[in-house]
């Protein structure tokens, strides 16, 4: 099984940035897509961002134009660029490594990662 670690959350103002990572062990051969999920205080996980290994990306509309996902294939890593960042931004960011965006997009993937916590200040 594909083990994923996070890293990169922190403590950042209002309007400020951070940029996530996502370390994968491994390719994985029934691993087609990554994403990030959040979980806020109080609120169920939601999905953040999507990105298959054929480069494709879909957004939360909430994070569209704020947010970039991407991928570097040869160091397995998964990145999550957050900019002109919100408080409602804040909580725990998980990346997840699964087969299809159709089930990804429904929360059922292969793996997660540990999470990351994110907090954001107004």
């Known amino acids: 099984q594909v083990q994923l670690v996070e890293s990169g959350g922190g403590l950042v103002q209002a309007g400020g940035s951070l940029r996530l990572s996502c370390a994968a062990s491994?390719?994985?051969?029934?691993?087609?897509?990554m994403a990030w999920y959040r979980q806020a205080p109080g609120k169920q996980r939601e999905l953040v961002a999507i990105?298959?290994?054929?480069?494709?990306?879909e957004y939360a509309d909430s994070v569209k134009g704020r947010f970039t996902i991407s991928r570097d294939s040869a160091k397995k890593t998964m990145y999550l660029q957050m900019n002109s960042l919100k408080p409602e931004d804040t909580g725990v960011y998980y990346c997840?490594?699964?087969?299809?965006?159709?089930?990804?997009?429904?929360?059922?993937?292969?793996?997660w990662g540990q999470g990351t916590q994110v907090s954001v200040s107004s």
């Open positions: 997840g490594a699964g087969s299809s965006t159709f089930l990804m997009r429904r929360q059922v993937v292969r793996s």
């Open positions: 990105i298959t290994y054929s480069g494709d990306t």
């Open positions: 491994e390719s994985g051969l029934s691993i087609n897509a």
